[in-house]
């Protein structure tokens, strides 16, 4: 367990015990596949369980009464999908997988039972709720205040540290399995938008999008330009000890 995704990211914040990794261990029992394209989870579901993203990607949406589609946020590995579902009762969003994904399943009944034995656990997964919420809300400032450019660098440093901090990524770049329609959907532009803006990133000697790869040309350069702050992603713990 001290090697998966879920564990790194979670370490960030407490640094987890034998004991806990233990119990962390026994809420994976239930694996299961789901390919690329098919929905996991769709807006209005009840009953619905949580899963832990093991590998592969995923994203969380809405879509309107029209068609269009707002993505809220990509899930990578040592993610959970669809918890605050479960706590709500009934999905607010729809979850469909971006490549073929593994995912450990995780009833209600379970994930109370691991946080009534370890409580610095459910701390942990409290931390890692209040770190999406925190993602969210940058989203909603990226959207609503900073240009196409600036926009796109945010969100690639983001997916950039989001990947490093599990051992998927550095500052050198990371493996992108995102089209310029899904990368649309999530920032507000058109397909033929976002690739004007990715060729401007390039041109500027920033950032290379190419064949399900980006590469930070120029990272520091490219975190002045899109003003970017980690400060909210709170990777810099454990802060429990």
């Keep these: 367990m001290e090697n998966t995704a879920l ?3 979670l370490g960030a914040f407490v640094a987890l ?26 807006q209005g579901q009840s009953d619905q369980a949580a899963y832990i993203l093991i590998s592969g990607w995923a994203y969380s949406y809405k879509v309107l009464r029209n068609g269009q589609r707002q993505i809220v946020d990509f899930q990578i590995p040592g993610d959970f999908l669809g918890l605050r579902s479960v706590l709500l009762q009934i999905s607010d969003h729809s979850i469909e997988p971006v490549t073929d994904i593994e995912v450990t399943e995780v009833l209600m009944t379970d994930l109370l039972d691991a946080f009534a034995r370890t409580p610095r656990l459910a701390t942990a997964v409290l931390w890692a709720a209040s770190r ?3 993602m969210v809300v940058e989203h909603l400032v990226n959207i609503g205040r900073r ?4 926009r796109m660098a945010h969100f690639l440093l983001e997916l950039g540290a989001r990947l490093s901090l599990v051992g998927l990524g550095s500052k050198a770049g990371f493996a992108c399995p995102l089209t ?8 507000g532009l058109s397909a033929v938008h ?4 990715l060729r401007k990133l390039r041109e500027l000697g920033m950032v290379t999008f190419r064949e399900g790869y980006v590469t930070f040309d120029a990272y520091d350069r490219l ?7 980690p400060t909210y992603l709170d990777q810099v713990g454990p802060l429990l000890k």
């Excluded at 034998?18 to 769709?42: Q, Y």
């Design 132 to 134: 999406d919420e925190a």
């Design 180 to 187: 310029q329609y899904l990368l649309g959907d999530a920032l």
């Design 147 to 150: 240009d196409a450019a600036e």
């Design 17 to 42: 015990s034998g004991a806990e990794l233990s119990v962390l261990e026994g809420l994976h029992k239930r694996r299961r596949t789901f390919v690329a394209a098919r929905e996991l989870v769709h």
């Design 194 to 197: 976002v690739n004007r803006v």
């Design 223 to 229: 975190t002045e330009f899109a003003e970017f702050d």
């Design 7 to 9: 564990v790194r990211k």
